[in-house]
């Protein structure tokens, strides 16, 4: 049997039994293994982690662990920039893009309502879910940890929280939505489609009374025709977002 020292920060600690979030903790294995298997055998998805040292140095997935090795695992940590040499993989091209699996509708929603494209459909397989998300190089957010281990993932998110509010917040801090989100974008939140303004005398019609009497600016669905004000919904996913600036 071979030995080796882990020890895992920040919310990688999520991952693991209480007993194991304090101290580094042995873990043992026999034969030649990857840092990368050896730190998805303890539950931890590649996705979800940013930089390992071992013995103080950074190494990459590839990294063969021997007898004695100490290991550093880190998730992402927004204030830190990390050197390209350092890097487990290439960062995020451009606005961050998100395929959701079938556990969180509503997050997709919020997402959408914020104007972050997010494939969802309550119908998607595990492996229709990668294949999209490799494809499309969509962020792949899950609960299902085994999505998040294939080989070909490269980005994804492994969601902890029940609440799909700070579910939003989880999202946000690891991607840092903040900076792409615009006061006024919005996309559908039934199907994703961007949304266009229109005339509220296009569609007096199908407005209720109220929402006749208090609202002037509309915008509809290109794709699905649903329309949207700013109405009270509007104005709570505003404050939510206000929160999660602050978090
Ligand atoms: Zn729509």
């Not at 294995?29 to 539950?43: L, P, Y």
């Not at 830190?80 to 350092?86: A, G, K, S, V």
Request: proline residues 4%; aromatic residues 14%; glycine residues 4%.
């Amino acid at each position: 049997m071979k030995e080796i020292y882990f020890r895992f920060y920040g919310r990688l600690k999520r991952f693991l039994p209480d007993d194991r979030q304090i101290r580094p903790y042995s873990h043992y294995f026999k034969g030649r293994q990857s840092v990368k298997d050896r730190i998805e055998t303890v539950g931890v998805p590649h996705t979800e982690v940013e930089l390992i040292l071992a013995n103080n140095r950074p190494v990459d997935f590839s990294y063969l662990v021997k007898t004695g090795d100490r290991i550093a695992v880190y998730p992402h940590f927004y204030q830190l920039e990390l050197q390209d040499n350092y890097r487990l993989r290439p960062p995020y091209p451009g606005k961050p893009r998100f395929i959701a699996d079938v556990h969180l509708g509503k997050l997709a929603k919020y997402l959408r309502r914020f104007n972050f494209d997010t494939i969802y459909q309550n119908d998607l397989k595990d492996q229709e879910i990668i294949d999209i998300g490799v494809e499309e190089d969509r962020i792949i957010l899950t609960r299902d940890h085994g999505v998040l281990m294939r080989k070909q993932v490269t980005y994804g998110q492994f969601i902890h929280n029940d609440d799909s509010r700070i579910q939003l917040y989880e999202v946000a801090e690891r991607y840092n939505l903040t900076e792409y989100y615009k006061g006024s974008e919005s996309r559908c939140v039934d199907c994703n489609s961007r949304l266009i303004e229109i005339d509220k005398e296009e569609i007096i019609d199908r407005l209720e009374l109220k929402t006749k009497m208090y609202f002037e600016r509309f915008k509809i669905c290109q794709e699905c025709d649903k329309i949207y004000w700013e109405g009270s919904h509007y104005k709570r996913m505003e404050d939510l977002f206000e929160k999660i600036n602050n978090y």
